[in-house]
T-cell receptor, first 116, second 113 residues
């Protein structure tokens, strides 16, 4: 069955530290997409990145970077030089396509707290 | 970037009341979704729609109902609210083709007393 595991429930760091959020997934599909979303205290989910199963190139966007490794079924997210504004809950998700329906399978989220 | 709106943002009501949570999007997206989010953060899909007059139940059983009469509008209704319905409700939409990302509204935080 499709599943997304975010083993880190909560992480606390001090500003300017680097932090990596782990995401491990399970799927039988050969074609799938992985996503990261950020949920700040205001409550809305903000889309960060989408990655398809055929593209294992790492991606960097400013202080954010993502490491996708099919061999270990992982899609980890690193924030470099963290800032207080990075404090949020981060969700990893897997796009599932079964019987012509599509759903996002979310992990349970990692709460990141960045202290000044 | 999708524009997706939810009203009200916060709602406190008494048990037994009928309520409708509104969700609208202006991007012409065919697919829309409702999620319920626990205080412990986990998101559960409760309803989704692939277009006008299409509605399906999600993975988590819910006493709510939805309708999709117009592409841009996907309201969720609780006929008789109970304290167990207290939660955050998030609406999302996405373009119909491929594996595009879902865009989320700001959420409605519902408290039933």
């Amino acid at each position: 069955a499709q599943k997304v595991t975010q083993a880190q429930t909560e992480i606390s760091v001090v500003e300017k530290e680097d932090v990596t959020l782990d995401c491990v997934y399970e799927t039988r599909d050969t074609t799938y997409y992985l996503f990261w979303y950020k949920q700040p205290p205001s409550g809305e989910l903000v889309f960060l990145i989408r990655r398809n199963s055929f593209d294992e190139q790492n991606e960097i966007s400013g202080r954010y970077s993502w490491n996708f490794q099919k061999s270990t079924s992982s899609f980890n997210f690193t924030i470099t030089a963290s800032q207080v504004v990075d404090s949020a809950v981060y969700f990893c998700a897997l796009s599932e396509m079964i019987y012509n329906t599509d759903k996002l399978i979310f992990g349970t989220g990692t709460r990141l707290q960045v202290f000044p | 970037e999708a524009d997706i709106y939810q009203t009200p943002r916060y709602l406190v009501i008494g048990t037994g009341k009928k309520i409708t949570l509104e969700c609208s999007q202006t991007m012409g997206h065919d697919k829309m979704y409702w999620y319920q989010q626990d205080p412990g953060m986990e998101l559960h899909l409760i309803h989704y729609s692939y277009g006008v007059n299409s509605t399906e139940k999600g993975d988590l059983s819910s006493e709510s109902t939805v309708s999709r009469i117009r592409t841009e509008h996907f309201p969720l209704t609780l006929e008789s609210a109970r304290p167990s319905h207290t939660s955050q409700y998030l609406c999302a939409s996405r373009a119909g083709q491929g594996y595009n990302e879902q865009f989320f509204g700001p959420g409605t935080r519902l408290t039933v007393l």
